[in-house]
Every structure is written in C-alpha cells, then in structure tokens.
C-alpha cells in the first residue's frame, strides 16, 4: 500500500482488485459508527450518512461527571458525511479516495432565534486519518501509515483558461492521474457520480448548488422550515480529455454531450479548479 498525493489531495493505492476490498473497506466504515445508506458496488462508492462529530461537544465537569447517557442531550452544530469510492488501476490493483463534506449551523438573526445549514469547506485532515485508519485496517502498521502519509507532497497545477468560448480546466498532469483527481474533486464538491466512461474520459454526474442540508431524522424540520421545495438537480458530463503527455483539459458538458458555457458551467469549473490546486 502506498499513499499518493497532488496537491491538497492524496488517495490510497493498494495492490489487491476492487472486489476483494470492498467488503475489508464496508466492515472499515461500519466499524467506525457509520451508517451507509449509499452502498454502489458496480459504480465502486460508498457513502455515509450524516453524522456528528461527538470530539466536539465541550468536555466540562458536568458532562465528564455525569457521562455518556448525559451527553446525548448536547448536540454540535456541525455534521460531517464521507464517500469512498474504489476505482480498479492500470496496474490490477485499486484507487481508494476518500472525501468528505460538512454543514455547519448558522444564526440568520441577530437576535440568535433562527438558524439555516449550509456547506462548510472539506476537511483534509479528517481525510488523511480516515485514510490512515484504513491503511491500519487493511493490515498496515501505524508507524506505516503515519510514514505514508507525511511522504513529499507532489506538486501540480491547475488554473481555468477559455477555449472555444468554453471555460476549462486545464491541469499538469497526464490523463490518468487527472482522471483520479477530477473524481475526487466531484465527490468533494458536491456532485454525484452516476457513472462515469474511463475510455471516453466522462464522468455522468448530477449536481445542484451546495445548500442542501444533512437528512437526519429528526431535525429535517429544523433544517428546512416549513414547506420549502428541494432544488433539481441538473445532469451534466464532465470530460477529462488529453491535451499531451503532461496535460489535460476538464470541460463541461450538457446531458446530451454538447459544450456547455452557461453560468453553471462556469461556476462548475471554477469550483473543481479550486479544489485541484
């Protein structure tokens, strides 16, 4: 096993086929305390539910007195999900990328009595130590892990250009490392996979702007109010495609596979290119 890294990103290579991991991989999460209502083994993802992070519940004289049964009456106002996704490489064995994404409850008054949810920025360290767990889990030592994942960071660049009045991603990196970043980011920010065509260099995905809130049952009320619709989401492609041996373009496509350059598309491609630097 090794870890690799571009940037802020860094996935876990492991010399073993998918289907043999995805079980060690369910049991990883499962073990850990999570639920996974998204369970895709042909598409190769995992996703959890909703959860909160009990670490930061104020550890005060009451609540360390009393205990754990107390505890439940506290709640934070941040909730944090996680998806894994296992992708077979050129090499027979498999990519595991783990990303995660976070809401945090926010006053909308001054006077403190209403409160929305909106996305919060991805947390990188909770993605280096549930890698490194897994790592641990998949029969690697800690003192491995922690050695894998301080290994040098390798640089690369991304930055958005126009071509054919089309805004684009264009990357320092050949197709198959862009390929594993631009998933990556996708599950970063916000998108869902519903397939995607390595041969082709497209991802299918769907994606509506991050103001949805976690589903817990529970506090969906407090979430959303009263009788607001949810957003549809919109189905687009996004194609990785070579432009050299140490290059490659991102662009957005319409469901059909047309170029798109409206202002979703825009804000698409700023959003991965944010993420990939």
Not at 184 to 213: H, K, P
Request: a neutral charge; proline letters at 3%; zero cysteines.
């Amino acid at each position: 096993m090794r870890i690799e890294r571009a940037g802020n990103q860094r996935w876990l290579v492991v010399n073993r086929p998918a289907d043999k991991l995805w079980g060690p991989v369910k049991d990883f999460w499962q073990e850990n305390g999570f639920q996974l209502p998204v369970d895709q083994e042909k598409l190769g993802i995992l996703e959890t539910d909703w959860a909160e992070n009990r670490a930061k519940l104020p550890q005060d004289i009451i609540r360390r007195s009393i205990g754990k049964l107390f505890e439940n009456l506290y709640s934070t106002s941040e909730r944090d999900k996680f998806r894994t996704r296992l992708e077979r490489n050129a090499q027979g064995g498999t990519d595991i990328f783990i990303s995660h994404r976070g809401m945090e409850e926010v006053y909308t008054s001054t006077s403190k009595d209403q409160t929305v949810w909106q996305p919060r920025a991805s947390d990188i360290e909770l993605e280096k130590e549930f890698l490194r767990r897994l790592m641990q889990k998949l029969g690697a030592s800690e003192t491995q892990a922690q050695a894998a994942l301080a290994s040098a960071p390798v640089q690369a660049s991304a930055r958005v250009v126009t071509v054919n009045n089309q805004p684009v991603v264009q990357l320092d990196d050949g197709f198959d490392r862009a390929w594993r970043r631009v998933g990556l980011s996708l599950d970063r920010t916000g998108f869902t996979v519903e397939d995607r065509d390595r041969s082709q260099g497209i991802y299918f995905v769907r994606y509506v702007a991050s103001n949805a809130a976690p589903t817990e049952q529970g506090f969906l009320s407090r979430l959303f109010g009263g009788g607001k619709a949810e957003a549809t989401p919109n189905k687009y492609r996004v194609l990785v495609r070579s432009t050299g041996d140490n290059s490659t373009s991102v662009s957005v496509q319409d469901a059909q596979g047309q170029a798109e350059a409206s202002a979703n598309a825009q804000r698409i491609v700023q959003l991965l290119a944010d993420d990939l630097k």
